[in-house]
């Protein structure tokens, strides 16, 4: 007995439970509407009565309600939105572009001044240094120049046609072409000339060669100290480097753990000013005595042709008859 009626009680759970979560489950044709509420399908009467109660067994109890489901509304498109409900947007005014006025010449000039002076300070006593060796490398540039064009460094016309005419043995016609005149190779002709003439021709070579040298020694002047400006001013620049160097991290070691980097920074590019000073000078000063030393090989290679020319050709009055071909033979 006690069996059956275990089994009759299993049989009515199975049945209540199944019409329980039947009732839950969701058809595609009967989907709810929106704001709808699920409503649990209650048992029928003949199968209420028909579930028997046993003692000590305790009954579940049936759903009362499906939780509600709310589905949310689409958002309106966004092109729904009206034309006339775009907010104006004001445009700020440009504003009005004027012309600067031209600055003045001496505007120009005193900003020009207060850049030298403070360039002059923040790089130190080596700046100064070399911007002294400045000023001196433009005077000896200007004035080295000055003294080639009145050496006539690059006059040769004069000369060339008093040795022709020595070659030719017109003696008179050659020396005065050439007397009282102040180029260098000019003044080496009548020499040579004069010499030839007034001496044999050992002492008159001895003599021209003498007078060749100290005409290219005075012509040489001032190379020397362009050449001391080209080898000291980059070292002097460099010396500046250093000692700006030393001084900014100085300062950052005083600094301690409140350093800050652009005071680093600002030593540092302060201190190659003065490499890059030294540099700006030694560059002409280097390029200006490579120009003077090509103008005065340039000399000395016509010094020597004009005398070697002179020494050739035989003396006037002594009946040569080939001085044509001597003076191909020189121009060769």
Partial sequence: MVRQRLALAGVALLIAAGAAFGQTEATPDAAPSVGDTMQPMALSGAQADAAPTLPGVTQAPAPTSAPEVTIPTEAAPAEA??????????????????????????????????????????????????????????????????????????????????????????????????????????????????????????????????????????????????????TIAPLLGLLGTVMGMISAFQALQEAGSQADPALLAGGIWEALLTTAAGMAVAIPASAALTWFEAVLDSLRADLEDLSARIFVADLPGQGITHTSNISKLAAQ
């Fill in 81 to 230: 939105l009206s034309a006339d409900t775009t907010p104006d947007v004001d445009l700020a005014p440009l504003p009005e572009i004027t012309p600067q006025e031209p600055r003045s010449v001496t505007a120009i000039l005193s900003d020009s001044v207060d850049s030298s002076v403070k360039f002059l300070v923040d790089g130190g006593p080596a700046i100064w240094a070399i911007a002294a060796l400045s000023v001196v490398t433009v005077a000896l540039i200007l004035w080295k120049i000055w003294r080639l064009v009145l050496a006539g460094a690059w006059s040769r016309r004069t000369s060339r046609k008093a040795v022709e005419a020595w070659e030719q043995g017109e003696a008179a016609t050659a020396i005065a072409m050439v007397q009282g005149r102040g180029g260098v190779r000019s003044r080496l002709v009548h020499s040579a000339m004069r010499a030839r003439m007034a001496l044999n021709e050992d002492a008159a070579r001895e003599e021209t060669s003498r007078i060749a040298r100290r005409l290219l020694t005075s012509q040489g002047t001032a190379l020397r100290a362009l050449e001391l400006i080209a």
